[in-house]
């Protein structure tokens, strides 16, 4: 694949002889001609260039490519052009144009059998113009566009895009319509599964619109699909919570509790991501909790909006964070994932004085100086901390050492280590920051400032790159210097890097990971039937940082029903340790998780220390 790639910018060297009859002339340097034109190769050649440079995300030069090749491929009947077609369109699409995308394809589904268009080509333009489609902001075009690619007869080998074009008609149904555009989508639907999930989508809509005559006049269909012989238990037990929660609107009990969540559905092309996004997956874990509540409580409705982007704003998260806010009051906003983003919109919740707490981002800034936002995922100052506080539970070190590789994340994770330190009276701490090159050494040495043979009592080696621990060890060794303890956070949490340097530290080391299953093993199980159920994918660590934060804020919401927003930020601050699935939650009064999973690797054996 490389060498076909490279054939489009290759250099042609000419050795030049003189002609007969003239004197040689002394040697002189050679200017290579300029790269071959995208007419030299072949068009599939060219073709197969510009798919390679898509898929290493080097759009704009695809781009450059495909409209080349479109120019020298005029005729409509051209195989090549149709996948011209197709490709140029994903490229603009990829580059925020998706308008631009559209017409392309619209124009390529244009007389498909007169053009002679192969029919999986055609299958995955469809995909493509839903895509386009969501993106410019008519989401029920788009779910039904998806829904006919994910049932209609297609070429052999597409099955995966029309499972995933399943999964993208669920995603809108659950965030982007109102009843009756979800009603049109059932309309189509096969399955009682897929009518079960759309009708229990619908039914929600209708009760958070306070739509309850509807809701109750809806209730026929439901019993209707109980008739079904081949609907699933999970659908037919989520079909009688709604007569559970039919039973109940009558009642003065029923509550409705709104969240707010900051987890933008996204849709991109086809083969523009070979799994579903991030952020998706952590939907579905919130989701999915959300439909378990559902038929655990049906007195209590949680309804929830999901965050568009500003208008001509797309990465304003603190103007897209205050939109949701105003329209739709939610007690707590959920997200968003990355650090950046969950500044802005904890900013946004501050002014507005609504918790705010994000599963994933760790930037000391989401939280500092602002009392209702929180951090389930450690920040990188905190990591550093608990590994120090793991450390002083065998003892005060005097002489401890902390060397990080050198990122801003890791640092800060070694400066929260030593500051650990010294407030529990360490006498002395040694900072140093490595890059892992061979020149970087003398500075290394320079900053521990420690002679050949010491000993310290704890070092810290906070690092991304096994080929720095490498020559970090190497560096130790070779100056002997050593340790009574070592601990690792970072890359050390994946068991092949510990393996691959466990003959180096015949002393073991304490390492920290995210993550530990304190769920039962046979709701772990139940849950993972589920979600395959629902979405056809195996579960992934981001379905469960959505999974567990819904059932932390459930878990804090039962025990007083009626909290308001500065109820709630308290609740959440002094809440217990919370054993989620994935992980645990301590507070301890404080915005940000305390807890890591502690795991001792000796030479020999394995075990994980009691948190």
């Not at 260039?49 to 080349?68: C, D, H, P, V, W």
């Not at 990188?380 to 990080?404: M, N």
Request: aromatic letters at 8%.
């Amino acid at each position: 694949m490389q060498a076909k790639f490279l054939t489009l910018c290759c250099i042609l060297l000419f050795s030049i002889c003189p002609a007969d009859g003239e004197a040689a002339s002394p040697i002189k340097a050679v200017t290579a001609p300029p790269p071959a034109p995208v007419h030299a190769q072949k068009p599939e050649e060219t073709l197969r260039s510009g798919k390679n440079l898509f898929r290493i995300k080097e759009y704009s030069k695809a781009q450059t490519i495909f409209e080349t090749l479109l120019k020298e491929n005029g005729n409509p009947q051209s195989k090549i052009r149709h996948s011209t077609l197709l490709w140029l369109s994903k490229s603009l699409f990829m580059q925020k144009q998706p308008e631009k995308a559209a017409q392309l394809l619209e124009e390529l589904l244009k007389n498909p059998s007169i053009n002679g268009i192969d029919p999986a080509t055609i299958v995955e333009a469809h995909y493509d113009l839903a895509a386009c489609r969501y993106k410019l902001g008519t989401p029920l075009s788009a779910a039904l566009d998806f829904l006919n690619v994910a049932l209609s007869a297609t070429p052999a080998g597409m099955q995966a895009m029309q499972e995933q074009a399943l999964i993208n008609t669920k995603l809108i149904a659950c965030t982007s319509l109102d009843g009756n555009a979800i009603a049109s989508l059932e309309r189509i639907a096969r399955t009682p599964d897929l009518q079960t999930f759309l009708l229990n989508a619908r039914m929600q809509n209708y009760l958070q619109k306070n739509n309850t005559n509807t809701f109750l006049s809806t209730i026929p269909l439901v019993d209707q699909l109980l008739r079904s012989p081949s609907i699933s238990r999970d659908s037919q037990q989520l079909m009688e919570s709604l007569k559970k929660q039919a039973a109940q609107l009558s009642l003065a009990t029923f509550k409705e509790r709104k969240i707010g969540i900051l987890l933008p559905v996204e849709i991109p092309v086809y083969r523009a991501a070979e799994r579903s996004s991030a952020s998706n997956q952590m939907f579905k874990g919130i989701h999915q909790r959300l439909l378990r509540y559902q038929m655990e409580r049906p007195d209590i409705l949680i309804s929830y909006s999901v965050a568009k982007p500003s208008e001509g704003a797309e990465n304003d998260l603190f103007g897209s964070t205050k939109q949701l806010l105003e329209t739709s009051s939610p007690l707590v906003l959920i997200g968003p994932m990355f650090s950046n983003d969950a500044i802005e919109a904890a900013r946004a919740a501050k002014n507005s004085k609504v918790p705010l707490i994000t599963p994933t981002a760790t930037d000391n800034l989401v939280t500092d100086n602002n009392p209702w936002a929180f951090q389930l995922n450690p920040t990188h100052e905190e990591r550093g901390r608990i590994a120090a506080r793991e450390l002083l539970k065998t003892g005060k070190p005097q002489r401890a050492a902390a060397i990080a590789e050198k990122t801003d994340n890791l640092e800060e994770m070694a400066k929260g280590f030593l500051d650990e330190l010294k407030q529990a009276g360490s006498k002395s701490v040694i900072y140093a920051s490595f890059s892992g090159k061979p020149e970087d050494q003398n500075n290394l040495a320079e900053s521990l400032g420690t002679p050949p043979g010491t000993l310290l009592d704890a070092l810290y080696l906070p690092m991304d790159s096994p080929e720095t621990i490498e020559t970090t060890l190497l560096f130790l060794e070779k100056n002997r210097i050593g340790y009574k303890r070592l601990l690792g956070s970072g890359v050390w949490s994946d068991r092949k890097v510990v393996e691959r340097f466990r003959k180096k530290i015949s002393k073991g080391i304490t390492f920290f990971n995210d993550y530990s299953f304190s769920g039962s093993a046979i709701e772990t199980v139940e849950t993972a039937k589920s979600h395959q159920k629902l979405w056809n994918t195996a579960l992934s660590s981001n379905f469960w940082y959505g999974y567990d934060t819904m059932d932390f804020l459930l878990h804090t919401i039962d025990k007083s029903p009626d909290l308001k927003h500065s109820e709630l930020a308290k609740a959440i601050r002094n809440a217990p340790v919370y054993n989620a699935h994935y992980t645990k939650y301590r507070f301890e009064g404080n915005n940000v998780n305390h807890y890591l999973n502690v795991i001792l690797i000796q030479p020999d054996t394995a075990r994980q220390p009691i948190n």
